[in-house]
C-alpha cells in the first residue's frame, strides 16, 4: 500500500462556487457534483442564456445533453478557476 494519502475532492456546493473569488467574472455551473466553466457558452448557447451561474444544472443538463457529458469534462475547473482537462 502507498503511504501517500489520496487527496479527498469535495464536492463543491453552489454557495461556495458562487462565492469563489475567480467567479465573480466567470460563470460556473456544478455538473454531477464538479464545477464547470460556462462562460463562453453564455452568449453562445443555441438555447440562449440558460445558465444560472453558481447553481447545480445537472438535471438541466441531463434533460437537454444527456450524451454530452464526456464533451463537458473540457470544461471542469478547480476552485481557482484552473481548467484541469483543457490542453
Same mark, same amino acid.
Given at each position: 500500500k502507498s503511504l501517500v494519502p489520496t487527496? $479527498? !475532492?469535495l464536492t463543491p456546493t453552489p454557495s461556495q462556487v458562487k462565492?469563489?473569488? !475567480?467567479? $465573480?467574472?466567470? &460563470? %460556473?455551473?456544478?455538473?454531477?457534483g464538479k464545477r464547470y466553466d460556462?462562460?463562453? %457558452?453564455k452568449t453562445e448557447h443555441e438555447g440562449g442564456n440558460v %445558465? !444560472? &451561474?453558481g447553481t447545480d444544472?445537472?438535471? $438541466?443538463? *441531463?434533460?437537454?445533453? *444527456?450524451?454530452d457529458f464526456a464533451r463537458a469534462e473540457?470544461?471542469? !475547473?478547480?476552485?481557482?478557476?484552473? %481548467?484541469l482537462n483543457k490542453n
Open positions: 487527496p $479527498q !475532492v462565492s469563489e473569488p !475567480v467567479a $465573480q467574472d466567470r &460563470c %460556473f455551473i456544478i455538473l454531477n460556462v462562460t463562453e %457558452f %445558465f !444560472v &451561474c444544472m445537472t438535471d $438541466q443538463f *441531463k434533460d437537454e445533453h *444527456k450524451n473540457d470544461y471542469e !475547473v478547480d476552485e481557482n478557476g484552473n %481548467f
